[in-house]
T-cell receptor
Framework: EDQVTQSPEALRLQEGESSSLNCSYT??????LFWYRQDPGKGPEFLFT???AGEEKEKERLKATLTKKESFLHITAPKPEDSATYLC???????????FGTGTKLQVIP | DTEVTQTPKHLVMGMTNKKSLKCEQH?????MYWYKQKAKKPPELMFV???????INESVPSRFSPECPNSSLLNLHLHALQPEDSALYLC?????????????FGPGTRLTVT
């Protein structure tokens, strides 16, 4: 069975304190990974798609990387507005069925 | 424009009611999805429509009935729900063919079953 595991479950950072979130996966026929941000009571907001090991993508203070077993979301000098739950999701053959991880809840303290 | 809209934002219904959730997108996507999300859990796939045909049904109880009347609209008809069906219901859309398959989500409908 496909599995996507995120760690840590929760992370509390001071403003400006950089860190990384981890997403490890065991997915048969993996085609890629999505990263999403979700604010409380709202729908997930698309951030990145990573298709192959070694790929990196950046957006403002966020950088996502992918290896053969895991993906990292690096947050550089975070601000309070970066506080949210970050979800990774794998997709395999057929592309439409994604497997979500349980998310990392990030809190950035001013 | 990457907007997916959902109505209503909130819905309270009794166990004997019939109601519908609506979703609309104008991105030209031909795949549309319904997800259920409980508090502090990830979204859980319910249904997928591809080119207006049901392609995935994740063994969802028959009290949930999806409908895709055209390529821009997706409905979820609700009947005889249980209190445990209370959740955030999310609609998403994506390309059905090509290179990019990222799903764009709507804001969700917060459903409470009393």
């Amino acid at each position: 069975e496909d599995q996507v595991t995120q760690s840590p479950e929760a992370l509390r950072l001071q403003e400006g304190e950089s860190s990384s979130l981890n997403c490890s996966y065991t997915v048969s026929g993996l085609r890629g990974l999505f990263w999403y941000r979700q604010d409380p009571g709202k729908g997930p907001e698309f951030l990145f798609t990573l298709y192959s090991a070694g790929e990196e993508k950046e957006k403002e203070r966020l950088k996502a990387t992918l290896t053969k077993k895991e993906s990292f979301l690096h947050i550089t000098a975070p601000k309070p507005e970066d506080s949210a739950t970050y979800l990774c999701a794998s997709f395999a053959e057929g592309y439409q069925k994604v497997t979500f991880g349980t998310g990392t809840k990030l809190q950035v303290i001013p | 424009d990457t907007e997916v809209t959902q109505t209503p934002k909130h819905l309270v219904m009794g166990m004997t009611n019939k109601k519908s959730l609506k979703c609309e997108q104008h991105m030209g996507h031909r795949a549309m999805y319904w997800y259920k999300q409980k508090a502090k859990k990830p979204p859980e796939l319910m249904f997928v429509y591809s080119y207006e045909k049901l392609s995935i049904n994740e063994s969802v109880p028959s009290r949930f009935s999806p409908e895709c009347p055209n390529s821009s609209l997706l409905n979820l008809h609700l009947h005889a729900l249980q209190p445990e069906d209370s959740a955030l219901y999310l609609c998403a859309s994506s390309q059905a063919r090509g290179f990019s398959y990222e799903q764009y989500f709507g804001p969700g409908t917060r459903l409470t079953v009393t």
